[in-house]
């Protein structure tokens, strides 16, 4: 009798691990089903912040030069405040005429938008143009691997673009490979970071060569006439490239080599309205900042004081 009252406890032992066991995987199988959401897809605000321009045109503009014809970093962010931009393209480049940067410059320039809460985009210069930007030259690696440890001391340090980067013999050094070396070079340092070169279309085949090395283009508008065909253009790149690859739009506010005008106000505007409201931000290129005129008149209509509503894309238009 003890024996078969001990198989009997066991028996109803057993039977109840047994419910107990479907209990719990029912438990867990419900619990499973339950939505929620998951490490990737949880809002990442330094993702977030890092992902556009900002809420208005970003200058790719001369800075204010001082009286010995260098650039002057707290007159230049005087400039910027005043027209109510928050956003400004440092060019690294040592040329005849040209006011710019070198590397000592930008850290300067830094240390005064910084506290003053002004991103920066860092310009370098390709080998199709000389690759003079000083003193790291065409060692783009090297580039790279400085401005990361820049931009940590320096969050407002937002980006690194290079300039025409598959144009003329521009394409012999930036090979897929490269593209590649460049953005790990950053990853390993501050993926925060954003490489997102100058481009003038996008296409199928560029994405697969390059798009996962990027975290985006600036894509220029080259036609300084006419700037209505500007939103189907970028709504056209914007589809090649996907929701995870942003589309800047570059708007020209002076001449250029194939256009010897600067382009009319309201063929300005209309570009700059269109690249505001279909792309991930725009960037405005050599707009003097410190001497008025009709194109500055434009563009600070879509700064943070103007009436045109900033430059925030409509739906679709940031990634």
Same mark, same amino acid.
């Given at each position: @009798?003890?024996?078969? %009252?001990?198989?009997?406890?066991?028996?109803?032992?057993?039977?109840?691990?047994?419910?107990? =066991?479907?209990?719990?995987?029912?438990?867990?199988?419900?619990?499973?089903?339950?939505?929620?959401?998951?490490?990737?897809?949880?809002?990442?605000? /330094?993702?977030?912040?890092?992902?556009?321009?900002?809420?208005? &045109?970003?200058?790719?503009?001369?800075?204010?030069?001082?009286?010995?014809? *260098?650039?002057?970093?707290?007159?230049?962010?005087?400039?910027?405040?005043?027209?109510? %931009?928050?956003?400004?393209? /440092?060019?690294?480049?040592?040329?005849?005429?040209?006011?710019?940067?070198?590397?000592?410059?930008?850290?300067?320039? @830094?240390?005064?938008?910084?506290?003053?809460?002004?991103?920066?985009?860092?310009?370098?210069?390709?080998? =199709?143009?000389?690759?003079?930007? @000083?003193?790291? +030259?065409?060692?783009?690696?090297?580039?790279?691997?400085?401005?990361?440890?820049?931009?940590?001391?320096?969050?407002?340090?937002?980006?690194?673009?290079?300039?025409?980067?598959? =144009?003329?013999?521009?394409? +012999?050094?930036?090979?897929?490979?490269?593209?590649?070396?460049?953005?790990? /070079?950053? *990853?390993?340092?501050?993926?925060? $970071?954003?490489?997102?070169?100058?481009?003038?279309?996008?296409?199928?085949?560029? @994405?697969?060569?390059?798009?996962?090395?990027?975290?985006?283009?600036?894509?220029?508008?080259?036609?300084?006439?006419?700037?209505? /065909?500007?939103?189907?253009? $970028?709504?056209?790149?914007?589809?090649?490239?996907?929701?995870?690859?942003?589309?800047?739009?570059?708007?020209?506010?002076?001449?250029?080599?194939?256009?010897?005008?600067?382009?009319?106000? *309201?063929?300005?505007?209309?570009?700059?309205? =269109?690249?505001?409201?279909?792309?991930?931000?725009?960037?405005?290129?050599?707009? &003097? $900042?410190?001497?008025?005129?009709?194109?500055?008149?434009?563009?600070?209509? %879509?700064?943070?004081?103007?009436?045109?509503?900033?430059?925030?894309?409509?739906?679709?238009?940031?990634?």
């Amino acid at each position: @009798m003890v024996t078969q %009252f001990v198989w009997r406890a066991g028996s109803v032992a057993s039977r109840f691990a047994e419910r107990r =066991s479907l209990i719990i995987l029912l438990f867990l199988s419900v619990l499973a089903a339950v939505p929620r959401p998951c490490a990737a897809s949880a809002p990442n605000p /330094a993702a977030q912040r890092a992902a556009g321009l900002g809420p208005a &045109p970003c200058m790719w503009s001369p800075p204010v030069a001082d009286k010995n014809g *260098q650039p002057d970093p707290v007159a230049t962010l005087h400039a910027l405040q005043a027209n109510g %931009f928050s956003c400004y393209g /440092a060019l690294l480049w040592q040329g005849t005429h040209v006011v710019a940067f070198d590397l000592d410059g930008l850290k300067r320039l @830094m240390a005064v938008f910084e506290p003053a809460g002004v991103d920066v985009w860092v310009i370098l210069i390709p080998p =199709s143009e000389g690759g003079n930007s @000083m003193p790291l +030259k065409s060692d783009y690696v090297a580039w790279m691997q400085t401005l990361a440890r820049l931009s940590l001391r320096y969050p407002h340090l937002r980006g690194v673009n290079i300039d025409d980067y598959l =144009s003329s013999i521009s394409v +012999k050094t930036f090979t897929p490979q490269y593209t590649c070396r460049l953005y790990q /070079a950053k *990853q390993r340092i501050n993926p925060a $970071l954003q490489f997102v070169p100058t481009l003038y279309f996008i296409d199928r085949a560029r @994405m697969r060569q390059f798009g996962r090395c990027m975290d985006g283009a600036w894509l220029w508008w080259t036609n300084l006439e006419r700037g209505d /065909a500007v939103a189907a253009w $970028l709504e056209g790149a914007r589809a090649i490239a996907g929701p995870k690859f942003p589309i800047y739009g570059g708007v020209y506010a002076r001449w250029t080599s194939w256009h010897g005008q600067n382009p009319k106000p *309201q063929v300005f505007r209309e570009t700059l309205e =269109s690249t505001c409201r279909n792309s991930a931000g725009a960037v405005v290129w050599q707009l &003097p $900042l410190d001497q008025p005129g009709p194109l500055l008149t434009v563009a600070k209509d %879509f700064g943070r004081l103007g009436s045109a509503g900033g430059c925030r894309p409509a739906a679709g238009g940031a990634h």
